[in-house]
């Protein structure tokens, strides 16, 4: 839990230290999600920004631009397979827990863990879009999910405390609307950081054994 506090504290420094790019690029998005076509590269463009952020690299908005054009296709993709996701798990949960009774109310509490799973994954699915070097959809679902499964407590803590801020800001609609995708991008960014270097450490103490 410490380690998701720490990584929300470093998305709150990176988005001070570069807030008036970040602003740019949240208004241009914002802008982008009024053509429903251009939405998921949109958020690809923030991804692929933030990216750089977390690695505390030189910055640009043109990353936003470069995120936005080398994954327009792919970020199609990954929000197709999500609505499909979602929108069975959300039948199924219907359906079971709504409309049946006895045992196949079970299949209903299934969906709604794999549905909690999903849902918290997506904290490492965009990131892993522009940071994984082989352009394998599943490929990249899997380690999102894997990267859920195996620090549960950093992930749900980490999506929480996101949902949080983000609910915050929709109080002052202004906040939302100068930075708030942006700022999501930035945690989804550490929190995949973060993950890596856990599980490199777990390697590490692997081989030292």
């Known amino acids: 839990m410490k380690l998701a506090f720490q990584a929300i504290w470093r998305s709150l420094r990176d988005a001070y230290e570069e807030l008036f790019i970040l602003i740019g690029a949240n208004v241009l998005a914002l802008l982008l999600f009024i053509p429903l076509v251009t939405a998921p590269p949109a958020l690809a463009g923030l991804?692929?920004?933030?990216?750089?952020?977390?690695?505390?690299?030189?910055?640009?908005?043109?990353?936003?631009?470069?995120?936005?054009?080398?994954?327009?296709?792919?970020?199609?993709?990954?929000?197709?397979?999500?609505?499909?996701?979602?929108?069975?798990?959300?039948?199924?949960?219907?359906?079971?827990?709504?409309?049946?009774e006895g045992a196949w109310r079970v299949l209903g509490f299934a969906g709604l863990w794999l549905l909690l799973l999903w849902a918290v994954?997506?904290?490492?699915?965009?990131?892993?879009?522009?940071?994984?070097?082989?352009?394998?959809?599943?490929?990249?679902?899997?380690?999102?999910?894997?990267?859920?499964?195996?620090?549960?407590a950093f992930s749900l803590t980490t999506a929480l405390l996101l949902i949080l801020l983000?609910?915050?800001?929709?109080?002052?609609?202004?906040?939302?609307?100068?930075?708030?995708?942006?700022?999501?991008?930035?945690?989804?960014a550490h929190a995949l950081r973060q993950g890596i270097e856990m599980v490199e450490d777990y390697k590490s103490r692997q081989d030292e054994n």
Do not use: C
Request: a neutral charge; hydrophobic letters at 55%.
């Open 121 to 152: 994954a997506q904290l490492y699915t965009f990131p892993l879009l522009v940071r994984q070097e082989e352009r394998n959809l599943f490929l990249l679902l899997k380690n999102s999910i894997l990267l859920t499964l195996a620090y549960p």
């Open 47 to 100: 991804h692929n920004l933030s990216f750089y952020i977390a690695t505390e690299k030189r910055i640009e908005l043109g990353f936003f631009w470069e995120g936005f054009k080398s994954y327009f296709l792919d970020s199609w993709k990954l929000t197709a397979l999500n609505i499909v996701v979602f929108g069975v798990l959300g039948v199924d949960i219907w359906f079971y827990l709504g409309r049946m």
């Open 166 to 188: 983000t609910a915050l800001s929709l109080v002052l609609p202004i906040i939302f609307i100068l930075i708030g995708l942006s700022f999501a991008a930035v945690v989804g």
